[in-house]
């Protein structure tokens, strides 16, 4: 739900006082209406500084994916650009060609068969890129349906329960059943024979995660091609896989060249990823590639003038800042293949090591070691411990670090864990600084009687691992007895947590 009025304590209606005290007018300001006069840049700027003070410390976060860190020339250049729109591809020619140059070296480094006829577009996060290839999975279904004769009003989309929120979103958001593979003893994300067993002919895609949110492991998406060949052929049903390559589609090219994953694999449609992920750009930008023109029904594309003639755009928005596109080419420039892989070795040595090393601190059991994403997940070995995830989350956020703890999805609710995302400017000078932290809160933690937190009060710390609004596994249900992600059916647990 939206941001609500925060009353609680009877702090919320108060004004907000200014402080320092500047010797100047006005000495407070109403704290949630628009103030009825002006004010000195200096005095606002103030306020506004001083109530961010308080924020987290973006390069202790260790719950995110999204950069914390670019170099102070991208920095320059995003200035540079703050007032370019995406969108004024007429206005701003040079953007959109930078834009469109990004889309080739990415349609290149994810091995489009002809680089030149793949197309592509930026967003503002893998979100949005998600929305726009689930959308021309949609449509293209539909058209296959429709030439066909057959009925095209109950579309369903097939994905591991590990996906990240954005694809619960888009089936909620543009009405395609979802239906979620659970996990299942040590299988924590999609398995191929489990995603074909819930495929038929209205299913209008598989989504692959490369790198889960959960616990940063590949899903194996040649092994996922391979069982729908394998459907196709006993069936005629063919079913195209979209990448969700939020995180791995920017570290897999550099870091495992020989992984079979991306547009190699004929039956992978599309790929997106989040430019300000690993592709090392401040937040607000992320990028979706087709293979070819025929994975992206040209009804989805609109025209939009450029130097007189018409530039085709595809995208939720329409105003969008340029300023991270330009940030984005840059670092392609700046790194080159090299550079990319140079930064992401340092975050995966880092995740390898400091995984390893928590791994024989003793109390802690692995899920994942670091070694696919630069992320990996860990829990409490000893079920009857006197502490559990929750606390060693919350140890740690006395030390300033952030470290979510959170509960697993259908069929593995009985695990919590804790995961630590390695992104770059996370040295191995901080990794040993969370180790010597890790190291040193265990010993209180042991000496308690019993776990001090739990799951649901620390809900709001999940990042983006929250459990679905949708039932699990349900291969036959049926949409309009239950709608995706009816309002109906969402649990109260799921929705709780300030997200
Ligand atoms: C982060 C993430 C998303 C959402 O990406 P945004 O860029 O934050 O919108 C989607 N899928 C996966 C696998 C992710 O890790």
Known sequence: MPPRHPRRD???????????????????????ALPAGEMEPGTAYQIVHDELMLDGNARLNL??????????????LMAECAAKNMIDKDE???????ELRCVHMLARLWHAPDPRRAVGCSTTGSSEAAMLGGLALKRRWRHRRRAAG??????????????????????????????????????FHLGAAEAVELCDENTIGVVAVLGSTFDGSYEPVAEIAEALDDLERRTGVDVPIHVDGASGAMVAP????????????????????????????????????WRDESALPEDLVFRVNYL???????????????????????????????????????????????????????????????????????????????????????ALRERGWLVPAYTFPANRTDLAVLRVVVRNG???????????????????????????????ADAGFAHGTEPKRTPVGGKKQDVSEAPAGGRGRSSRSARAGPR
């Open 92 to 98: 701003y020619p040079r953007t959109a060609e930078l």
């Open 63 to 76: 719950a995110t994916f999204v950069s914390t860190w670019a170099e102070p020339e991208s920095g320059t």
């Open 308 to 394: 007189g003639g018409d530039m085709p755009t595809f995208a939720l928005n329409f105003s969008r800042p340029g300023a991270q596109v330009v940030a984005q080419y840059y670092n392609f420039l700046r790194l080159g293949f090299a550079g990319y892989q140079r930064v992401q070795r340092t975050c995966r040595d880092t995740a390898v090591r400091l995984a390893s090393a928590i791994g024989t601190l003793g109390p802690f059991a692995l899920l994942t070691d670091g070694a696919d994403l630069p992320v990996f997940a860990f829990r409490v070995k000893d079920g009857d411990a006197p502490f559990n995830v929750f606390d060693v989350s919350a």
């Open 150 to 187: 057959e009925p095209a009003d109950r579309p369903n989309i097939v994905m591991g329960v590990n996906v990240q929120i954005c694809w619960e979103k888009f089936a909620d958001y543009f009405e395609v059943e979802p239906r979620y593979v659970p996990m299942e003893g040590d299988r």
């Open 426 to 456: 996370f040295s191995h000078d901080l990794a040993d600084m969370l180790l010597d932290d890790l190291r040193r809160v265990v010993p209180r933690l042991e000496a308690q009687r019993e776990p001090q937190h739990d799951a649901a």
């Open 10 to 32: 009877g702090r919320g209606g108060h004004d907000l006082e200014i402080n320092p005290i500047f010797s100047r007018e006005p000495l407070t300001v109403p704290r949630y």
């Open 254 to 289: 550099f870091l495992d060249p020989d992984l079979r994953w991306d547009f190699r694999l004929p039956r992978v449609a599309s790929v997106n990823t989040s430019g300000h992920k690993y592709g090392l750009v401040m937040p607000g930008v992320g990028w979706a590639v």
